[in-house]
C-alpha cells in the first residue's frame, strides 16, 4: 500500500510538470535527483573502501578485483554516468587516475566478452567526452592486447587472452561473447584510423551469422576453432542477447550495409519462430536452432533488453507487449531473477545482481511513446530496489528474490547501466537527448553526429552499398 500511494505521489508531481510529451527535455522528476544522490553516496563507498579495485563489497565494506590485479573496471565503468549526471568533479578524478596510474602491461588472463564492453567502451567513452590524447593512447593500447584473441580458426575469438603475453585460451563460447565487439572496436577504429579492430569484430560476428540454419537461426555456443555448434539452442536470452543487439545498432551507427542485411534477416526468423504465448502473456523462449521446435521455457532477467531493441528498430507494439511481461515477472517478486521457468512459474535461479534490463526497457519505451506507464513502471523499480538493495553505504545484490537475502555485491555496470538509464528515465540532464546518442551494451553514450557513415565505411574498412539511403 505504502508503495502504491508513494507510486501515485511522484505520477501526480511528474503529471503536473509534463504533457505526455516524448522530448527527453520536457520533463525531470524529483527522482532523478534522488538518483544523482544515490550514485554519488555509492561512489564515495567505492571510493572509500575500494579505491584501485575493480568491484566494491558493500555488506562486508571491502573490495574485490576480478584477476589477479585490477582493472579499475567500476571507475571506468561509471565514467559515462558521471557525465550524463553532470558529475564533473569526479569523472575528472577517475580520468586522471586512468591516466597516472592505470597500464594493461598485465601479466593477467581476461575475460575479452566482459572488458571489451566495460574496459574498451568505458575507456572510448571517456575519450569521446574529454577529446584527452592520452585516454585515446590507452584505449588503443588495450584493444590492441584484444586483438591475438581473434586468432582462431573461425576469426570468433577466444573466452581468454592474456594482457600481456597475447596467449589465448577457451575455446568454447556463446554467441554473446562472439558477436558483441562491432560498437567498441567498429569506434576504435573511427578514432584511431585503423580498420583492424572493426574488421575482427565484423569477422567474428559473420562467422556466427554465416553458420545460421536454413531457417535462419543461430544457436548458442560454438567451438571458434573448428566451427562447430556446441549448443544448438537459439533464442534471445543471455548467451545470444547483445549479439543481435550490436547487428542493429552497430549498423545504425557506422552504416554497413552488411549488418542492416544480417539484422533483417535475423529479427525475421526470431519473430517467426520464438515468441510463444503462455498465460496471456507474451514470451521469448528457446527453440531448436535447425527446427524452430520449442525446447525450454527458462527465460533470463537479461532478456529484458529486448524491448528497447524491438522499439529502437521500429517494433514498438510488440515492445510494449514484451516489456508487460517483463513488468509482470518483476511485480511477482518486487525484484527479478535471473532465470525463471515460464511454464513451471518458478525461479530456476532466483539471484537479482542489480541488472538494468527492465529499466533500459522502460526508459525506451517511455521515450518512443510518451507513455506515462513506463515512467511509473521505473517508479516502482527504484523504489524496491531502495527497499531491498541499499545498505548503509551503496546497494547490494539479492541472493534470493523470494527471501531478499542479501549478497555481498555491487556489479560494475551498475554504474554504468541501472543508475543512468533510472536517471535518464526521471528526466535528470534536461539537455540529455535520446536520439542523439548510441548506447552500447553496457550503457556507455556516444554522440551519433561525431560519426560520419562516409567516414566511417573509410576508417572501418567496408563497402557502401550504392542503394543505401
Ligand atoms: C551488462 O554487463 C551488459 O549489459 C551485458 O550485455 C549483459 N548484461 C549485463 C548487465 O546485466
Known sequence: MKKLISIIVVALIFMSCNT???????????????????????WNAYKKHAWGSDVLLPLSKGSKNWYEEPLYISPIDAYSTMRVMGLEEEAREIEQYVIDSLHFNKDIEVKVFEVNIRVLGGLLSMYQYTQNEKILAKAEDFG?????????GTGMPAYWVNLKTGSIRGDTINMAEAGTYLLEMGILSYFTGDPVFYQKAKKATMAAYNRRSEIGLIGERMDVQTGE???????????????YEYLYKAWLLFGDPDLKEAWGKSLAAIQKYIPEMHDSLLWYGRVNMETGEHVSSVVTLYDAFFPALLAISGNVEQARKLQ???????????????AYDYVKHQPTYPVYDLNPEIIESAYYLFHFTGDSAYFNMGTGYWNDILSYCKNDVAFNAIENVETKEKRDYMATYFFAETLKYFYLLFGGNGEFNFDDYIFTTEAH???RNLFDQNTAARRLGFEQKMDEE
Open 229 to 243: 555448434w556446441t549448443n544448438k539452442n537459439s533464442h534471445i536470452c543471455a548467451g545470444i542477447d547483445s549479439y
Open 445 to 447: 553514450t556516444f554522440r
Open 324 to 338: 508487460h511481461t517483463w513488468d509482470w515477472l518483476w511485480n511477482q517478486y518486487g525484484l527479478e531473477p535471473m
Open 20 to 42: 505526455n510529451n516524448q522530448s527527453d527535455k520536457q520533463h525531470s522528476s524529483p527522482l532523478a535527483d534522488q538518483v544523482k544522490q544515490e550514485t554519488l553516496r555509492s
Open 144 to 152: 590492441r592486447r584484444l586483438l591475438p584473441a581473434f586468432k582462431t
